[in-house]
């Protein structure tokens, strides 16, 4: 396979990538569906920003955000059903419930593993050394700024902390996981290592609760553009859209098959980290996973970490005190 050159690399020579968004198969059907399918993404971003900017105190509360996220992705799993990206990805009972028991996992022992030794106790203890007068000049900027300030600060660390699962080996231990899985859903994003759903939930959200309208509209972001990450829906991307953020084509190549093309497109929401530091792959790609699209049970996801950091660690002392064929016993 020959694939495409994209900068110093080649895409695709390990599996086919689609490269180059012009390239990319449009939404079918009437001039209806096709309208939806290209307006839905942005519509609901400017509505949710709206929402939380407008909406009175009362309302304007953590208890709503849930409820709003999950009523947000039970919308989306019923249009994965009405317009498919890939019949291939499309949802199994056994894919569900596999991506439930994920789910699960986080809302429950990971919530309760973060509330002592997550970002939240970390900052705490920073909060207390620090003279945060000296912010004031933040509080004074207007909603929307501040909103977009900490998204951007946000997901600049993801970007990097997302980078470094794939660079520095420990890290990539907790993530390999997650790329065994072999089709975009919209809880796949669920799906991984407790340890590296973690650690990928570590952020400076904490730093804001002195800001809390304005934390509130920096996780619409995340909500009503990260979440179309992982998720079997085909869209018509607006160009604006899709220079901006992380899509679901982004995001579909950097789960692929493909080794050159899995090291790109690492940014949570915002893709412009990528174009800045030169990971961006503009693509899309359906054949997804490791070892060919092997998909990882369960058990072996918890496991994973410590089961190949044993072997590999058992490898490497094995070859370091190997004694050579060619030494010489001593006399």
Same mark, same amino acid.
């Given at each position: 396979?020959?694939?495409?050159?994209?900068?110093?690399?080649?895409?695709?020579?390990?599996?086919?990538?689609?490269?180059?968004? #012009?390239? %990319?198969?449009?939404?079918?059907?009437?001039?209806?569906?096709?309208?939806?399918? &290209?307006?839905?993404?942005?519509?609901?971003?400017?509505?949710?920003?709206?929402?939380?900017?407008?909406?009175?105190?009362?309302?304007?509360?953590?208890?709503?955000?849930?409820?709003?996220?999950?009523?947000?992705?039970?919308?989306?799993?019923?249009?994965?059903?009405?317009?498919?990206?890939?019949?291939?990805?499309?949802?199994?009972?056994?894919?569900?419930? &596999? #991506?439930?028991?994920?789910?699960?996992?986080?809302? &429950?022992?990971?919530?309760?593993?973060?509330?002592?030794?997550?970002?939240?106790?970390?900052?705490?203890?920073?909060?207390?050394?620090?003279?945060?007068?000296?912010?004031?000049?933040?509080? +004074?900027?207007?909603?929307?700024?501040?909103?977009?300030?900490?998204?951007?600060?946000?997901?600049?660390?993801?970007?990097?902390?997302?980078?470094?699962?794939?660079?520095?080996?420990?890290?990539?231990?907790?993530?390999?996981?997650?790329?065994?899985?072999?089709?975009?859903?919209?809880?796949?994003?669920?799906?991984?290592?407790?340890?590296?759903?973690?650690?990928?939930?570590? +952020?400076?959200? +904490?730093?804001?609760?002195?800001?809390?309208?304005?934390?509130?509209?920096?996780?619409?972001?995340?909500?009503? %553009?990260?979440?179309?990450?992982? %998720?079997?829906?085909?869209?018509?991307?607006?160009?604006?859209?899709?220079?901006?953020?992380?899509?679901?084509?982004?995001?579909?190549?950097?789960?692929?098959?493909?080794?050159?093309?899995?090291?790109?497109?690492?940014?949570?929401?915002?893709?412009?980290? #990528?174009?800045?530091?030169? &990971?961006?792959?503009?693509?899309?790609?359906?054949?997804? +996973?490791?070892?060919?699209?092997?998909?990882?049970?369960?058990?072996?996801?918890?496991?994973?970490?410590?089961?190949?950091?044993?072997?590999?660690?058992?490898?490497?002392?094995?070859?370091?005190?190997?004694?050579?064929?060619?030494?010489?016993?001593?006399?």
């Amino acid at each position: 396979m020959a694939g495409t050159r994209v900068g110093n690399r080649i895409i695709g020579a390990d599996s086919p990538i689609i490269v180059g968004w #012009d390239n %990319i198969p449009k939404v079918e059907g009437g001039p209806v569906k096709r309208f939806i399918f &290209t307006y839905f993404q942005p519509f609901f971003l400017f509505a949710l920003i709206a929402f939380w900017y407008y909406a009175p105190n009362s309302i304007a509360t953590a208890t709503t955000a849930i409820a709003i996220a999950i009523s947000f992705k039970v919308l989306l799993i019923a249009i994965e059903l009405i317009n498919p990206r890939h019949k291939s990805w499309q949802l199994t009972w056994k894919e569900l419930c &596999t #991506d439930l028991f994920y789910v699960a996992l986080g809302y &429950t022992v990971l919530r309760m593993v973060d509330v002592y030794i997550g970002d939240g106790v970390i900052i705490e203890a920073i909060q207390d050394a620090y003279d945060w007068d000296k912010l004031n000049w933040f509080t +004074g900027l207007p909603l929307l700024v501040q909103a977009l300030m900490i998204s951007l600060i946000f997901d600049f660390g993801q970007y990097w902390m997302h980078r470094g699962m794939h660079n520095w080996y420990p890290l990539w231990l907790t993530h390999a996981p997650h790329h065994y899985i072999t089709q975009l859903n919209i809880n796949k994003g669920a799906v991984g290592n407790p340890i590296e759903l973690f650690l990928i939930g570590l +952020g400076i959200g +904490g730093f804001f609760d002195f800001l809390p309208r304005a934390a509130l509209l920096a996780g619409t972001f995340g909500l009503a %553009i990260g979440t179309y990450q992982h %998720i079997n829906v085909r869209f018509n991307t607006p160009r604006w859209w899709r220079f901006l953020f992380n899509t679901t084509e982004h995001h579909s190549v950097h789960h692929s098959q493909d080794y050159e093309a899995s090291r790109s497109n690492y940014g949570a929401t915002w893709i412009i980290f #990528d174009r800045i530091f030169g &990971t961006c792959i503009d693509g899309e790609a359906e054949k997804l +996973g490791m070892e060919g699209g092997r998909r990882m049970q369960i058990k072996e996801t918890m496991v994973y970490p410590f089961t190949e950091g044993f072997k590999t660690s058992r490898d490497w002392l094995q070859a370091k005190f190997r004694r050579s064929p060619d030494s010489v016993p001593a006399e």
